[in-house]
Every structure is written in C-alpha cells, then in structure tokens.
C-alpha cells in the first residue's frame, strides 16, 4: 500500500508553454530526459473513439478486469520459462500505467508479480476511467512525446482552444475536426484514433514523423488495431460499425496524410528567455539551475505582456532601419546604416507607461546570428550599457526637486570640477569635461537648453548642486539598480575603493551617462516621468496556470504596484523639457526625429515652448558615448515609454560619428508612432505592417495622448545679463552686455523676486554661501558668479557650498 500511494500521487513531468497576452504560443519547455513534451488532459475530453481503439488494442478486457489477465500472466511465464528467465508480455493497460509511472521495464518475474500486484490495487483504490485517463497521460505516444495530447499536436496539428482564463479544451478533444471542411468528420476521427492507438507499444519504431518506413510500419499496426476493435464489436458515433469497408476507408484516409517532426520554436526569443530567467530564479529560490528544472518539468501555463503583432513589427523596424538604405536626416546622406556606421546590433523596448507591462522585447537585430558584432543570443535590452546624455534629465529632474527648474540658467563654459579630489589640486588634475565635438558652447544656457541639446558642463553643474548620493537614490527609486551592479565591477576592477559608495565610485560623470544601465532599466525610468513621477516595475508576466486551469499568480493592471518617486509637478517639468521641439534647434537644426511635427503639425506653431500642447504629445532624449560604442533614443507619451540602443554587442566603436537621432533615432520614430496610433502604412512603407492593426483599447493604451498639466505650477519670466568681450572694427576688445528674458515653468510660489546679475557679481549680492540666493536658489542665475573659470566646489551631500560656479 505504502508503494500504490507513492506511485498514485507522482508529479509527471509537463511541458511548459509561454503565450503572448493574446493566447498566442511563444516557446513550449520541457525536459528530453524526462522522455519527451507531455500535456495532460482529463478524461471527459478524451473521445469515445479514441478510447475505444485505445482499450481494443491493448486490453480488451479493461473495463472487467481486476487490473491483470490471467491469461496474459499465463503467456507471461511460459515466456519466462522459455527464454531463460525473461518474463514478456501479458500487461494490462493498468500493468503499463504502473510499468509507466515506476519507470521498471525490466523483463523479470519478479517485477511482473510486483506489476500485478500494483495493478489489482490500482484498480481497488481508483474507477476505471480514472486508470484510463492515467494511460493516456504517461504512456509513450512518439519518440518525443509523452501522453496522447502532444501527438495528437505534432501528428495532426491540432491545438488546446482556452479562454483567456486559460479554460482549455484540449486538441484530442478535437480528433474529429476536419480543418479544411471545418465540420466534423467521424472517419477522420476513426482514422487518428486507431494511428495513435497503435503509438504505445513501439513509440519509436511507429513514429511516422521519422520517415516513410516508419509510417509503414504504423500503418500495419493501425491495421491490427482497426481490426481489434472490429472484433471488440465497437461502434463509431456517426459512422456505426467498425467493418472491413470502415477499416479501409480509415487506412486510405491515413495513407494519404503527411506527418512533420516537431521542431521547437521560439516567437519573441529574447523576451522569452526573459521570462525563462525569472521565472527559474523565483522557482529555484534564486537557484536558477534548480529552478529551471522545475520550470521545464512544472506544465505551467504563463500568459505574458507582449504582444506578438507588436513584436513583429518592432523586429521589422529593426531590420529595416538598420540594413537598408536610408535617409540620414542631419548629414543629408542616404546609407545603410549598419554598413555606414558599422552599426551591427540593436535593441528595443515597449513599456506601459502606466502599469509597466513589457509590451514588445527586441534583444538584437538577429537572434540567430552568432556573428561577435551581433552576438544574437544576447539580449542586449537587458544588458548592461554606458546610456550618454539619457541619463541627463535624472539628474535634472533631481535638482528640480532641490530648487531648480527648467529656466535655470547653468553657464556652458569650460569649468574645471575637483570630482572627488582634494583641495588644492591642479586644474589639469580637475575634471573639465567638453561639449560634443570636444568643443563649449560658451554661453549662458538654461536647464532646458542644456537638456535639449545635450550640453554637458551645465549637466555636471546640476549633479554638483543637487549631490551625486542624492541622483543614485533617484535612479533607484526609478528602478534603476544596475547602478549598483556597476559600482561593485569597479570595486573587482580595483578602480574604487571597497568600502566607498556608489556615489564615490562614478563620481561627477554619473552625469553624463558613464556608468553602464541596461535599456530595460532605463526605459522603466522614463515610464516615472510618462506616468506623472509614479514608478511602476516593469511587469512581464499576466497569469500562470497549471495544466489543470488553477490560476497560480495574476497581475492586476488595473492596480499596479507604484511608488511616487517625484510630484507631479517635477515630472511635468521634465516632461515639458524633453516635449521641446524648438528647443532641439540648436543641435538638431529642424530635424524633427524626435517629435511628430510631420504628423502633427500644430505642434510647431505653439506660442511658448514651454507648454506641451499638441495633438499627439511625446517627449524624447537621445545619447551618445564619446567612444561612439552606445547610441541611444528614448521617449514617452502619457501611454507609452519607448526605448532603442545601437551599436555593437562586442563593444566595437562605431564610426562615421552617429548621433541619436541617425542611429537609434530611426527605429524609436516608427515604434512609438505606431504605438501613438498613427496608421502603420503612413509611417514607413519599408516596414511590414502586422496582420492585425494595434489594438490601443486591448493594450490598455487608454490615457489621452496629451500630457495634462498638473496644478501647482506657474509661469516666471525674469531677466539675466551676460558681458562678453569682443573685438570692434578697430580690433579693440571692449564688453558686450546682452539681457535675456527667460521664460519657463516653477513651483508655485517659488517665482524669482530679485533681478539677477550675471556680471561679476561674485558673492556680494545674493549668495549667502548655502546655495540659497534669498529665492529658494533662484536669483535668475541660480548662483552662478562669473569670475575666474573655475569651480571652487563639489559636494555630493546635496549642499551647493559657497563658490560653486565661477565662469567667464
């Protein structure tokens, strides 16, 4: 008894399967050593014909017998007798369940008493129909499938129908459907049944996806089987008794059929193997060799976020703007990017801006391509990457939580920054970071500017102000922990101290994007701005269920997991910033890449440029490393957080200098207007347009496609003056003074009350040495006194101390 329970409560090995949102099949798993793929089904969906063969052909008397045949236990010992000790034949069906589940196929008399023995407690402890429905699920059906539903799917491609609770009716439960005719074909039925009937007894030699002489001898044994149970006088719903007339009709059909190997697949690979990943650490306990095990073996049913029509695309858009000739908008060029740029590889996500789902996941431009520049097995959206100037408005958005604002004005000037070095060191020593070109604009630039054209001296002048402590628990709490996971290779690279910070391992050029953040990460940082400074995780996973419909884990959309990482008033801020169109033109020129002004042409006619106010808005920033080895676009609307890398796997440069808006750019241009709703046609007739429109409602893509204004914020306009020297006619130098009226968003109740200096003014009026110049830090030059082109201070505490910005 103690061996009938452990045999009768065994967990089978079940094949795993990956869907999209839509029901769509991504990738089935399953463990080769456990014999091959195995999806269980209940015997209600079992038909009565494929019982019928099944019990006919194996064990005439199933439904009487007490689990064993006294004549087959009788051939049994006659064969034990003859051939020396051997003991074949003679199993019942409840014989091979035991036989199946015990995994003993020794031919002894011993384990045949035993199996009979086994088998008459079987039979005692559970119904008939029970021990049936056992056979179905464990016997061998094809030399890579375990149990009658994965051959009737690789033999006739017939696949579960579930509901999006995951209530399935399974694919034996459709033998009799004719896809052609799409009615109900009894013959058809009789046909498979019999072929699979014969299955178990030779798994491998009756395997008719093997070859011609394979389906040969199946067909002789579907033969036996018809004829068995025509001498079991059993009678086909719809078609009446098995006669020899029937018999031949069946085999004819059969003859006729074509029989493909199962091939795995995988749809979506690299968003696959994500889920693949997290879903072995959970199960391992964060063990993911003993979590995989279980992964492939556990028949977990797991609905995720993607959207296969999505992804299609996405993967297009990919191919197309990589690989064939284009139009590069800002050298007025047309190349094909990957030959141009040596630009071999790329990756793409799609996020939810409100919930966090992963609605679209490319890895690379090829998975299968094992190429070092491309190495496609590697997914590069979850790969760790210096993100440049994207990582900018991070630290801008943390210094509007200090005090500043978009209208700051952050003089781009050289400036020479201790970066964690002592007092006293020399200027050469300092850090001085350049522009892009290795060049300074050498002007007064606002927040806005700065951000809108990637200067880079103001950047560092912001996380300066706002502390580089204080930008990293941003990042965190934005989702951005691969931080972290770069300081700590520092540390094993021995170029930081063990016991130091992150902050004091990246220092000042945090802000510039030098410390590696995957694209996965830094895209679910964007969807806190698009979601007005509320981070949701990123989320690929909707349900699981087991093979038997219990739903194990859902996602509730509708009440994601958020935590508020700034007000909405900061992240509109920023939002407004990166929205700015006009504000591009200084290094972008009237390349529109970055915005829908081609779609949406009201955009440019905006009065102020402060004020997203578009049809469609969306809100963008791009990223080059100075090495050219990263290129980076990403952006967001209200519903949608769309982020792009380029460059190459194995971290060769590129070449040829592309910039966000020739490398990335393209790709992000056509995903998030797609996503945006414009129709799929009008955005690049180079691109293939899936076989189902986006459906925006389905994807929960329901916001408006305009960024609301939060209350709490105002409009402060304030004038600065600036001296510059030039050179008059006579080539005499003399001052030139220019007074700005800068016009931009603050905090409600925090407009400047005191006209700005910009001309000389070092620490006599206004800086009292806090950072605090009598407005909450806004003096309409944020304390920036132009002296002696040089910055006196760092503090990564938060605290703007004394003489922090010294510029000519």
């Given at each position: 008894?103690?061996?009938?329970?452990?045999?009768?409560?065994?967990?089978?090995?079940?094949?795993?399967?990956?869907?999209?949102?839509?029901?769509?099949?991504?990738?089935?798993?399953?463990?080769?050593?456990?014999?091959?793929?195995?999806?269980?089904?209940?015997?209600?969906?079992?038909?009565?014909?494929?019982?019928?063969?099944?019990?006919?052909?194996?064990?005439?008397?199933?439904?009487?017998?007490?689990?064993?045949?006294?004549?087959?236990?009788?051939?049994?010992?006659?064969?034990?007798?003859?051939?020396?000790?051997?003991?074949?034949?003679?199993?019942?069906?409840?014989?091979?369940?035991?036989?199946?589940?015990?995994?003993?196929?020794?031919?002894?008399?011993?384990?045949?008493?035993?199996?009979?023995?086994?088998?008459?407690?079987?039979?005692?402890?559970?119904?008939?129909?029970?021990?049936?429905?056992?056979?179905?699920?464990?016997?061998?059906?094809?030399?890579?499938?375990?149990?009658?539903?994965?051959?009737?799917?690789?033999?006739?491609?017939?696949?579960?129908?579930?509901?999006?609770?995951?209530?399935?009716?399974?694919?034996?439960?459709?033998?009799?459907?004719?896809?052609?005719?799409?009615?109900?074909?009894?013959?058809?039925?009789?046909?498979?049944?019999?072929?699979?009937?014969?299955?178990?007894?030779?798994?491998?030699?009756?395997?008719?996806?093997?070859?011609?002489?394979?389906?040969?001898?199946?067909?002789?044994?579907?033969?036996?089987?018809?004829?068995?149970?025509?001498?079991?006088?059993?009678?086909?719903?719809?078609?009446?008794?098995?006669?020899?007339?029937?018999?031949?009709d069946a085999e004819a059909l059969t003859a006729k059929m074509t029989f493909k190997r199962y091939q795995a697949f995988k749809k979506a690979p690299h968003f696959t193997d994500w889920i693949i990943n997290q879903v072995a650490l959970i199960l391992g306990n964060g063990n993911y060799t003993t979590g995989l095990g279980l992964f492939k073996t556990g028949g977990f049913n797991i609905r995720t976020s993607i959207d296969s029509n999505l992804e299609t695309y996405v993967e297009n858009a990919v191919k197309r703007h990589?690989?064939?000739?284009?139009?590069?908008?800002?050298?007025?060029?047309?190349?094909?990017?990957?030959?141009?740029?040596?630009?071999?590889?790329?990756?793409?996500?799609?996020?939810?801006?409100?919930?966090?789902?992963?609605?679209?996941?490319?890895?690379?431009?090829?998975?299968?391509?094992?190429?070092?520049?491309?190495?496609?097995?590697?997914?590069?959206?979850?790969?760790?990457?210096?993100?440049?100037?994207?990582?900018?408005?991070?630290?801008?958005?943390?210094?509007?939580?200090?005090?500043?604002?978009?209208?700051?004005?952050?003089?781009?000037?050289?400036?020479?920054?201790?970066?964690?070095?002592?007092?006293?060191?020399?200027?050469?020593?300092?850090?001085?970071?350049?522009?892009?070109?290795?060049?300074?604009?050498?002007?007064?630039?606002?927040?806005?500017?700065?951000?809108?054209?990637?200067?880079?001296?103001?950047?560092?002048?912001?996380?300066?102000?706002?502390?580089?402590?204080?930008?990293?628990?941003?990042?965190?709490?934005?989702?951005?922990?691969?931080?972290?996971?770069?300081?700590?290779?520092?540390?094993?690279?021995?170029?930081?101290?063990?016991?130091?910070?992150?902050?004091?391992?990246?220092?000042?050029?945090?802000?510039?994007?030098?410390?590696?953040?995957?694209?996965?990460?830094?895209?679910?940082?964007?969807?806190?701005?698009?979601?007005?400074?509320?981070?949701?995780?990123?989320?690929?996973?909707?349900?699981?269920?087991?093979?038997?419909?219990?739903?194990?884990?859902?996602?509730?959309?509708?009440?994601?997991?958020?935590?508020?990482?700034?007000?909405?008033?900061?992240?509109?801020?920023?939002?407004?910033?990166?929205?700015?169109?006009?504000?591009?033109?200084?290094?972008?020129?009237?390349?529109?890449?970055?915005?829908?002004?081609?779609?949406?042409?009201?955009?440019?006619?905006?009065?102020?440029?402060?004020?997203?106010?578009?049809?469609?808005?969306?809100?963008?920033?791009?990223?080059?490393?100075?090495?050219?080895?990263?290129?980076?676009?990403?952006?967001?609307?209200?519903?949608?957080?769309?982020?792009?890398?380029?460059?190459?796997?194995?971290?060769?440069?590129?070449?040829?200098?592309?910039?966000?808006?020739?490398?990335?750019?393209?790709?992000?241009?056509?995903?998030?207007?797609?996503?945006?709703?414009?129709?799929?046609?009008?955005?690049?007739?180079?691109?293939?347009?899936?076989?189902?429109?986006?459906?925006?409602?389905?994807?929960?893509?329901?916001?408006?496609?305009?960024?609301?204004?939060?209350?709490?914020?105002?409009?402060?306009?304030?004038?600065?003056?600036?001296?510059?020297?030039?050179?008059?006619?006579?080539?005499?130098?003399?001052?030139?003074?220019?007074?700005?009226?800068?016009?931009?968003?603050?905090?409600?109740?925090?407009?400047?009350?005191?006209?700005?200096?910009?001309?000389?003014?070092?620490?006599?009026?206004?800086?009292?040495?806090?950072?605090?110049?009598?407005?909450?830090?806004?003096?309409?030059?944020?304390?920036?006194?132009?002296?002696?082109?040089?910055?006196?201070?760092?503090?990564?505490?938060?605290?703007?101390?004394?003489?922090?910005?010294?510029?000519?």
């Open positions: 008894m103690p061996r009938l329970q452990e045999i009768a409560n065994l967990r089978i090995s079940q094949t795993t399967r990956i869907y999209d949102r839509n029901g769509v099949l991504l990738t089935e798993a399953y463990d080769p050593n456990e014999g091959g793929r195995r999806i269980p089904v209940a015997y209600k969906d079992v038909p009565k014909v494929m019982q019928d063969a099944m019990t006919s052909a194996e064990d005439p008397s199933f439904w009487t017998n007490s689990g064993v045949d006294p004549q087959g236990i009788t051939r049994a010992a006659t064969s034990y007798i003859s051939h020396q000790g051997v003991a074949g034949g003679g199993s019942t069906l409840t014989q091979q369940v035991i036989k199946n589940m015990t995994g003993d196929d020794q031919q002894t008399l011993d384990r045949k008493v035993t199996e009979a023995a086994l088998s008459i407690g079987l039979t005692q402890q559970y119904p008939k129909w029970k021990v049936l429905e056992m056979y179905f699920n464990v016997a061998g059906f094809a030399s890579q499938d375990m149990g009658v539903e994965a051959a009737v799917e690789e033999f006739f491609g017939l696949q579960p129908i579930c509901d999006i609770k995951f209530n399935c009716k399974p694919g034996i439960s459709q033998l009799n459907y004719n896809a052609k005719t799409k009615k109900q074909d009894p013959l058809l039925g009789l046909a498979r049944a019999s072929l699979l009937a014969g299955m178990p007894q030779n798994p491998n030699s009756y395997d008719p996806t093997l070859g011609e002489s394979h389906k040969k001898l199946a067909l002789a044994r579907q033969d036996y089987v018809l004829n068995q149970m025509m001498r079991s006088n059993v009678s086909v719903e719809g078609l009446g008794p098995v006669t020899p007339k029937v018999i031949q990589l690989t064939q000739y284009e139009l590069q908008a800002f050298y007025g060029i047309t190349v094909i990017p990957k030959s141009y740029y040596n630009l071999n590889d790329a990756a793409v996500v799609v996020m939810n801006a409100k919930t966090g789902e992963v609605l679209a996941m490319d890895g690379s431009l090829d998975y299968y391509d094992n190429a070092a520049v491309t190495s496609g097995q590697i997914n590069m959206a979850t790969t760790r990457r210096q993100p440049g100037s994207t990582f900018k408005p991070i630290v801008y958005a943390t210094a509007f939580e200090m005090g500043l604002n978009p209208g700051t004005v952050l003089p781009d000037f050289q400036t020479f920054f201790p970066n964690g070095g002592g007092a006293g060191m020399s200027s050469e020593a300092a850090y001085h970071p350049t522009d892009y070109g290795n060049t300074y604009n050498n002007q007064n630039s606002t927040i806005r500017m700065a951000t809108a054209n990637s200067f880079n001296v103001p950047a560092i002048k912001a996380i300066s102000f706002a502390g580089v402590d204080n930008v990293v628990n941003t990042a965190r709490r934005m989702g951005i922990t691969d931080l972290d996971a770069s300081a700590k290779d520092l540390k094993a690279n021995g170029q930081c101290k063990q016991d130091s910070s992150v902050a004091d391992c990246v220092h000042l050029t945090l802000a510039l994007g030098s410390v590696e953040v995957s694209p996965l990460q830094m895209v679910s940082a964007y969807q806190t701005f698009a979601d007005q400074g509320k981070h949701v995780p990123p989320q690929g996973i909707l349900d699981i269920w087991d093979n038997y419909g219990h739903n194990l884990y859902h996602f509730d959309a509708a009440h994601p997991q958020e935590s508020q990482v700034f007000t909405p008033q900061v992240s509109y801020m920023m939002t407004s910033v990166l929205t700015d169109q006009k504000a591009r033109s200084f290094e972008f020129q009237n390349v529109h890449t970055l915005s829908f002004w081609d779609w949406d042409g009201t955009c440019s006619t905006l009065p102020w440029s402060g004020l997203p106010r578009c049809i469609h808005d969306v809100a963008a920033k791009t990223g080059t490393t100075d090495d050219f080895k990263d290129n980076w676009t990403i952006g967001y609307t209200p519903n949608v957080v769309v982020g792009v890398w380029t460059g190459n796997a194995n971290n060769v440069a590129m070449v040829n200098k592309p910039t966000g808006i020739t490398g990335a750019g393209p790709i992000w241009q056509s995903v998030i207007s797609y996503m945006t709703g414009r129709p799929c046609a009008q955005i690049d007739p180079n691109i293939a347009c899936p076989s189902k429109p986006l459906d925006r409602k389905a994807l929960n893509l329901t916001q408006p496609d305009t960024f609301a204004q939060p209350s709490g914020l105002e409009k402060a306009c304030s004038n600065f003056t600036s001296t510059t020297q030039v050179k008059d006619k006579h080539g005499k130098t003399k001052d030139k003074t220019t007074t700005t009226t800068n016009c931009d968003w603050v905090l409600q109740g925090q407009a400047p009350v005191q006209t700005g200096n910009n001309n000389g003014d070092n620490n006599n009026n206004g800086d009292n040495n806090n950072g605090d110049n009598n407005n909450n830090g806004d003096n309409n030059n944020n304390g920036d006194n132009n002296n002696n082109n040089n910055d006196n201070g760092n503090n990564n505490n938060g605290n703007h101390n004394g003489n922090n910005d010294n510029n000519n």
